[in-house]
T-cell receptor
């Protein structure tokens, strides 16, 4: 079992650009959540996808959007990048009816 | 809504000494509680969790945490630490909703540094 895999591992973008991050959940998991972890802080919940729909959303602007595919994989899109969007983006997968979430290694996004 | 407070941003200890990382939470509903560990340049790994039942939970590598409802605390302890325990530790909480996965709210983290 490969666990939760995220791509790419590192990314550098320019202010104003758009970025797409990808996540493949652990085998058998149907729910994907995304978190933003700024340097020196704890992860902050962005949103959760289940059955290809956004089920819960944290306090993030509409520039942050996502998608879940029929195979349960997910994408996180961020438009009009700001310097403050620089962070480690973590994907977590779980079963909708279970409490334990498994995290990927993250994508380190740097906005310059 | 839930919130988590980790009272110490950094905890330096000597190898083989005991350690306690403090965590307090706030919630208007029943919660599940977690400790995650993050090694340098890696993602989060679940260390232990409290869902229900016994208030004392243990991990496979010697950590334990005790759920104290009256004090709304979930402190993490280890009687003897090793160099390999050097990492960032995050306390986290989620609403105990039995039928669906809840978002996880994390504390700001405690950096545990072990000195030889």
């Amino acid at each position: 079992d490969a666990g939760v895999t995220q791509s790419p591992t590192h990314l550098i973008k320019t202010r104003g650009q758009q970025v797409t991050l990808r996540c493949s959940p652990k085998s058998g998991h149907d729910t994907v959540s995304w978190y933003q972890q700024a340097l020196g802080q704890g992860p902050q919940f962005i949103f959760q996808y289940y059955e290809e729909e956004e089920r819960q959303r944290g306090n993030f602007p509409d520039r942050f959007s996502g998608h879940q595919f029929p195979n349960y994989s997910s994408e996180l899109n961020v438009n009009a990048l700001l310097l403050g969007d620089s962070a480690l983006y973590l994907c977590a997968s779980s079963l909708q009816k279970h409490t334990e979430a498994f995290f990927g290694q993250g994508t380190r996004l740097t906005v310059v | 809504a839930q919130s988590v407070t980790q009272l110490d941003s950094q905890v330096p200890v000597f190898e083989e000494a005991p350690v306690e990382l403090r965590c307090n939470y706030s919630s208007s509903v029943s919660v599940y509680l977690f400790w995650y560990v993050q090694y340098p340049n890696q993602g989060l790994q679940l260390l232990l969790k409290y869902l229900s039942g016994s208030t004392l939970v243990e991990s496979i590598n010697g950590f334990e945490a005790e759920f104290n409802k009256s004090q709304t605390s979930f402190h993490l302890r280890k009687p003897s630490v090793h160099i390999s325990d050097t990492a960032e530790y995050f306390c986290a909480v989620s609403a105990a909703r039995g039928s669906s996965a809840s978002k996880i709210i994390f504390g700001s983290g405690t950096r545990l540094s072990i000195r030889p």
